[in-house]
């Protein structure tokens, strides 16, 4: 059965950067079969989509948050990663990692987010 | 972009009764890649709907969906106690990217 597991530091200062790990468990990332990525709740708010890793590496991020995101991964850990450079108070939040699963449509993909990881929390505190 | 905005904010309902939430893209949807998770404190996102219409692997019957183009619908016909809980919908698959709604919580 796949399991997603945020792992990473729960307190982090402003102007910091920030870097959280997925680890998957029940499942290959190097499989090439499904999306991975990362979306953030900030308390008591709503979700907030942050980035995609596709097929061979490609990269989506969220315009909003593209000059401080990175998502990489590594397969010989089974793990894709996030980095969010110069964090400020609003990106507290509760991070979450899932896996992405295709849907075709009249040739043309799309990825819904189908198993989630429990979360991390993420506060942003001198 | 994308906006999707969802209504109402909050629904105040008992168990039994009809659950109809509303979710308005800003453009039409291609393919009717629409999603909806259902979220309960402390707990991340569930998915319940994906494609508009079709049910996420164990999710019961008396949660339907449908729409097109602009507006879609999720239906939960006699509201369960475990239905109580934060239902978003999603826009995916367009460049790709992804979006979701504000959210709109399904209250005893």
């Known amino acids: 059965q796949l399991q997603l597991q945020e792992s990473g530091p729960g307190l982090v200062k402003p102007s910091e950067n920030l870097s959280l790990t997925c680890t998957i468990s029940g499942d290959s990332i190097g499989s090439g079969r499904y999306y991975w990525g990362w979306t953030r709740q900030p308390p008591g708010k709503g979700l907030e989509w942050i980035g995609s890793l596709g097929y061979s590496g490609t990269t989506y991020y969220n315009p909003s948050l593209k000059s401080r995101v990175t998502i990489s991964v590594d397969t010989s850990k089974n793990q894709f990663s996030l980095r969010l450079t110069s964090v400020t108070a609003a990106d507290t939040s509760i991070y979450f990692c899932?896996?992405?699963?295709?849907?075709?449509?009249?040739?043309?993909?799309?990825?819904?987010?189908?198993?989630w990881g429990k979360g991390t929390t993420v506060i942003v505190s001198s | 972009e994308i906006v999707l905005t969802q209504s109402p904010g909050t629904l105040s309902l008992s168990p039994g009764e009809r659950a109809t939430l509303s979710c308005r893209t800003s453009q039409s949807v291609s393919n009717s890649y629409l999603a909806w998770y259902q979220q309960k404190p402390g707990q991340a996102p569930r998915l319940i709907m994906f494609g508009a219409s079709s049910r996420a692997t164990g999710i019961p019957d008396r949660f339907s969906g449908r729409g097109s183009g602009t507006d879609y619908t999720l239906t939960i016909s006699g509201l369960e106690p475990e239905d109580f809980a934060v239902y978003y919908c999603?826009?995916?698959?367009?460049?790709?990217?992804?979006?979701f709604g504000q959210g709109t919580k399904v209250e005893i």
């Open positions: 899932a896996r992405h699963h295709v849907s075709i449509v009249s040739n043309s993909p799309g990825y819904y987010m189908d198993v």
């Open positions: 999603q826009l995916y698959g367009n460049s790709p990217s992804w979006t």
